[in-house]
C-alpha cells in the first residue's frame, strides 16, 4: 500500500536517528555494492528481485534459500545476495 510507504519514510526521515541509521545504510549499500546481486551462474537468463519498500522482514526467503538471500540487520528487509 502506497500510503504505508509514504507514513514509514515520513516517520524515518522525521526521526534525527532513524534518519541518520537510513543514511548510514543507504550509503554504506552503496559503496560495498551490498545493493547488488552476484551470479553463480553468469549463463542464467532469469534472475531474483526482492521489493524492499514492500518487504515485511519475515525472514521466509532468508530461511528457505539463505544461498539466495540475506536480510539486513538493521532494516530487516531482504535483498537478493546470489542470483
Known amino acids: 500500500d502506497l ?3 509514504v507514513n514509514t519514510a515520513y516517520r524515518t526521515l ?3 536517528d ?3 541509521t537510513y543514511d548510514t545504510v543507504l550509503r554504506r549499500s552503496k559503496l560495498s555494492d551490498l545493493a547488488t546481486s552476484r551470479w553463480a551462474n553468469p549463463k542464467m ?5 526482492v521489493d ?4 515485511r522482514g519475515c525472514l521466509k526467503c532468508a ?3 539463505p544461498g539466495t538471500f ?3 540487520p538493521l532494516t530487516r528487509t531482504a535483498h537478493v545476495y546470489m542470483q
Open 14 to 16: 522525521s526521526d534525527d
Open 18 to 20: 532513524q534518519r541518520s
Open 3 to 5: 500510503q504505508a510507504i
Open 70 to 72: 540475506e536480510v539486513d
Open 63 to 65: 530461511t528457505t534459500a
Open 52 to 55: 524492499e519498500s514492500v518487504c
Open 45 to 49: 537468463s532469469e534472475g531474483l528481485f
